[in-house]
């Protein structure tokens, strides 16, 4: 599978130049593209802000124009901040992506252009473009550093697809304990909350011990937890004792 | 709905709380919090890289610790770039996101936390947090500027749900055409073509005239592009006759 060309269309600065490089090494992507860039290039500029990510200055290319830069390409995407009066699919970064992975699934090869720091691509280039590709931001504040553009739309390529869980639950190679060691540890829990005296309403009882439950499997302890719970209690009980001994002496 | 909390967890350089300033208002936030900056607050470095999203600056608050900081918050994430060896909810972006909607939905306050430049949050500071937010990056050269890992996570935020389209054909306020034009066009032109003895080989005829239909409809074309196609049709077989006619002349 091809990696997906990132194309800088007329960029000023060097330095955006270098950033772009550095979010797309990021992002896994390689194939920066120039077309006509303000100061030349090579460009001594875009070294540092790159921070590192020099194979992609090192094999970026130059063109003279759109048209010459895409040329070996099959799909082309043209991103916007602003909607264009033109007749053209547009999509999402997210919806960009996924018409990406599949073309490139498909064998195709696909890139995309970024305009001009001050302006933005211009209609002819987007003409050019299979499709629009429409970062939607806050309309009364929607001016996005070029290279943060690409970060944005190299991430939504490398954003884990939909397969990937939304979130999952980390233990750092913990075991979670099973229902039965927690049940256990409940059971120890409010087998000493009686000893002790703490239902002193006995009719709230069964709420309590039904919200303690609640509380400890909505937590998902680990194995390591269950343990370090049932030392909570043994001290915690103990240091209850050692106070009531301290403070009421027995002849014991 | 409450906004999100963006909270900068000791920050090294003003330039990169401006710049997240800047990433923050592009994805409407504007709950900016600072613990301990390093330079203090406010920092005149700060102003420019925020590029005008001084509302956001002007309005951010600074706590001496990351638990003053989420003490009025009720859930709070925890941005990492690295695992960490913690039970601990891991989530991607997206499903924080999901997250951070739903707990707006009922009321609850987020934040979200970001460590400083070189070394991220510590260990502390993330055990605070209801949950990691882990941006997973090329794991060979996954280092982010502070202000791109808030861009990335607000964008997140911002990005539309599930039921926006992921891709729309935007018409610029021309209507698309009916199949009725389009079969109009399409008959003119196939008429046009047996005219003008297009089909040599007639076995090959219904196999171009389904092509031409499919490239076509594929299109989907609008009532303009119809108009002007009409105009295209008409002035290829006006110029064909007077190139024709040059090379050709006739008595008539």
Same mark, same amino acid.
Request: charged share 25%; net charge negative; hydrophobic share 45%.
């Given at each position: ?5 990132? =194309? ?5 600065? #060097? ?9 797309? +090494? ?5 194939? @920066? ?6 100061? %030349? ?9 790159a921070s590192g990510a020099d194979v992609v200055l090192d094999t970026a290319r130059c063109f003279d124009s759109v048209a010459a830069a895409v040329a070996d390409l099959d799909r082309v995407w043209a991103t916007t901040a602003r909607h264009r009066d ?5 999509? *999402?970064?997210? #919806? ?7 073309? &490139? ?6 890139? =995309? ?7 933005? @691509? ?25 290279? &943060? ?6 991430y939504s390529l490398l954003e884990p697809t939909d397969e990937t869980p939304d979130s999952v639950l980390a233990t750092g190679g913990d075991v979670a304990a099973d229902h039965a060691a927690v049940l256990a540890l409940l059971d120890r829990l409010i087998?000493? +909350?009686?000893?002790? #005296? ?34 909570? =209690?043994? =001290? +915690?009980? %103990? ?10 002496? *027995?002849?014991?």
């Amino acid at each position: 599978m091809s990696t997906t060309a990132i =194309i800088l269309v007329r960029p000023q600065l #060097g330095e955006n130049i270098g950033a772009t490089a550095r979010a797309m +090494l990021n992002c896994k992507l390689d194939d @920066l593209r120039l077309v006509a860039p303000r100061d %030349g290039w090579p460009n001594p500029a875009a070294r540092a802000p790159a921070s590192g990510a020099d194979v992609v200055l090192d094999t970026a290319r130059c063109f003279d124009s759109v048209a010459a830069a895409v040329a070996d390409l099959d799909r082309v995407w043209a991103t916007t901040a602003r909607h264009r009066d033109m007749v053209k699919e547009v999509a *999402t970064p997210r #919806g960009a992506a996924r018409q990406i992975h599949d073309a &490139q699934a498909n064998g195709l090869r696909c890139g =995309i252009l970024f305009g001009p720091e001050r302006t933005g @691509l211009d209609n002819d280039d987007v003409a050019l473009a299979t499709a629009i590709l429409h970062v939607s931001l806050n309309p009364d504040f929607s001016s996005l550093n070029l290279a &943060q553009a690409v970060l944005l739309v190299a991430y939504s390529l490398l954003e884990p697809t939909d397969e990937t869980p939304d979130s999952v639950l980390a233990t750092g190679g913990d075991v979670a304990a099973d229902h039965a060691a927690v049940l256990a540890l409940l059971d120890r829990l409010i087998g000493a +909350l009686d000893e002790d #005296g703490f239902f002193r309403a006995p009719e709230m009882r069964p709420s309590v011990v039904r919200n303690l439950h609640n509380f400890f499997f909505r937590a998902r302890p680990t194995d390591q937890e269950v343990r370090t719970l049932h030392g909570v =209690i043994s =001290i +915690l009980r %103990g240091s209850r004792r050692s106070f009531i001994d301290r403070d009421e002496p *027995t002849d014991d």
